[in-house]
């Protein structure tokens, strides 16, 4: 069975993942008076899934803030520039490997999770290998910062799959067309 | 009774209002299979509300593309650089006079729609001006073209009043904190 690459991320209204220095304290929900939670899906989107996955891809930036030790189960792949050594579960790929690697994995079978945005996005994007778009959308004007999308030639047509409404957020699901 | 200044504009998923030639084909609704349609509110929203509007602001290149004839009604204000003369229900403000006038209009009792983005938009953003954020989602990374949002030093927190799914769009509104 041919596996999934999915991007999880929340993103502010104004599309940034975080500000320029890597902080993303902004990034919560703020319900309005009148705000119900919603979904278009009968029980709601499913974290579970995502949290079950083998394989995490994070960019470098991602990962030294840390955001691995939030899976500590799984494999992590950082993209890094710098040609460094495997350390235990925490694999350094280049960018210009990355994306062949993971479709390599997913044909095996397995989940992989892409974590982060902006220069670790970009080439997924741009092969248009990413299965599942998990996005999260903050009720902020952020103003400026690190983007989740940098710009890019080619537009990708998506499709809106599933929206949930939760404490303030909207999280939307999107596949490629 | 104090009127509302209202923005009201399709974003791609990527934060783009049209491409780089002012076209924004790419601005449609695509719903996956399994998608309903649902809503936060008990009515859904009221675009009759957005349509019932007197005064209308919008850019010099929103206005050349031709979109105040889609308002026969209404009072049509143009933000310009240039010093042009008013013509009949078309007002030339600058951007420097334009929210000082509509914060005036909107005290007198005026609800005002704002369309159009980016440099439309900026000094109405920036002066916390704008009381009602309409904003659709289309499932779309057009990558490159007009943004909705300009970079800005100041955040903005923004909460979420309702949302609501309908067309393979999503159709969020926003109010200041």
Redesign the interface.
Known sequence: MVGKIILSIMQS???YIADKNYHSD?LE????S????????EEGFDFAKINDIEMIVMGHKTFEQGYHEAYPEQTIYVISRENQRNDGRIHFVTPTRIVKLMLAKKRQGKNILLIGGGLAVRPF?RANAIDQ?V?G?V??????GRR??Y?????????????D?MG???L?V??P?
């Open positions: 209204l104004d599309g902004f929900g703020y319900g309005g009148q705000l119900s939670d919603v979904s278009t899906l994007i778009y996005i959308t009720p902020y004007i952020q103003g400026s989740l999308f710009p890019q030639d080619q537009p990708l047509p998506l499709q809106l799959e599933s929206v409404v303030g957020l909207t939307s999107y596949s067309r």
